[in-house]
């Protein structure tokens, strides 16, 4: 009886008015939800219910995407992208996501202000993963870094599958932005051609490593010895040095001493020769290393 549920309410410690009862009025709620691709890799997000301003003093048209809880907030999970509001009112939420956001599929969440996420109307949206670079000139010797370019990769380095020829390569280092992606060149056949592979959450993308006709090798180098307290100008002979002096990369290396840049000048004879020029350095004796491309000599 009403007595006995009295009694046990006054022997917990607790009133008549201090009882909680939920109110499903009290809740925001979604009743349907869409994401369009907008062309240039943005999406728009469209999400319609009731109660979406939220309570409180935030509930007011000017509600932003921040991740404060006081604002309404749609967020990328485990992509951490941030989404601009378009318009923001009790019945409509539409924000715009940004391009080039970590490649895969990722789940979109609402977040109302005094009612914490909403439910109803799960959305996702699919970033792609593309490289620009999709054809790279190397060198038969391999060895050297590498970047490739694109769209999509993520910060960290390690959570990508990389392959050339379908032998797993280990990425050096991812650059913010997600846009590049750095690897050591294995060697291969002159002459060939490797497909290369980049995948990561579900997405992939297709590149390949043109390896040259011949190795980089050097024979000689002129003069042998240089006293390094002025500009010193130095001829190498060899191999495999391409037909650009742009596309290629002199440094002397010792022991114990910073690395010293040779700046090339030009290359000639059909890639056997080539000039560049070097400002000081560490007397000793200096090991000549010649990059073409993703490879050295």
């Known amino acids: 009886g009403d007595g006995v549920a009295s009694a046990a309410a006054a022997e917990a410690g607790v009133g008549d008015g201090c009882v909680f009862a939920a109110s499903p ?7 349907s939800g869409s994401v369009a691709a907008l062309g240039d890799g943005r999406f728009r997000v469209t999400y319609n219910g009731t109660g ?5 003093a935030a509930a007011n048209a000017s509600t ?14 485990a992509a951490g992208v941030s989404c601009a509001v378009e318009s923001s009112t009790a019945t409509a939420f539409v924000c715009v996501l940004p391009a080039g ?14 009612f914490g ?16 670079s999709t054809a790279v000139a190397v060198s038969p010797n391999g060895g050297a870094p590498i970047t490739i370019t694109g769209v999509g990769f993520p910060a960290n380095a390690s959570a990508v599958t990389l392959t050339v020829a379908g032998v797993s390569v280990t990425p050096l280092t991812a ?36 390896y040259a006709a011949a190795a980089i090798a050097v024979s000689s180098v002129s003069p042998a010895a240089a006293g390094f307290s002025e500009r010193t100008t130095l001829t190498l002979g060899g191999s495999g040095f391409g037909s650009s002096a742009a596309d290629v990369t002199v440094i002397l290396k010792m ?8 700046a090339v000048q030009t290359v000639s004879g059909g890639g056997s020769s080539l000039v560049c020029y070097v400002d000081g350095g560490a007397p000793g004796a200096y090991d000549v290393v010649v990059a073409v491309g993703g490879g050295t000599g």
Do not use: E, M, W
């Open 101 to 114: 956001g970590a490649a895969g599929s990722h789940h979109l969440r609402l977040r109302v202000p005094g």
């Open 64 to 77: 932003s995407a921040s991740t404060s809880t006081s604002t309404s907030t749609t967020t990328l999970d």
């Open 52 to 56: 979406l301003l939220g309570s409180g």
């Open 117 to 132: 996420f909403t439910t109803g109307s799960a959305q996702t949206v699919t970033y792609p993963l593309t490289v620009s």
């Open 175 to 210: 650059a913010s932005g997600a846009t590049k992606i750095v690897f050591t060149v294995p060697a291969g056949a002159a002459s060939s051609t490797k497909a290369g592979s980049i995948a990561y959450n579900g997405a992939t993308a297709s590149f390949s490593l043109n």
């Open 25 to 31: 009025a009290g809740n925001s709620t979604i009743s």
């Open 255 to 262: 022991t114990d001493a910073r690395d010293v840049p040779c």
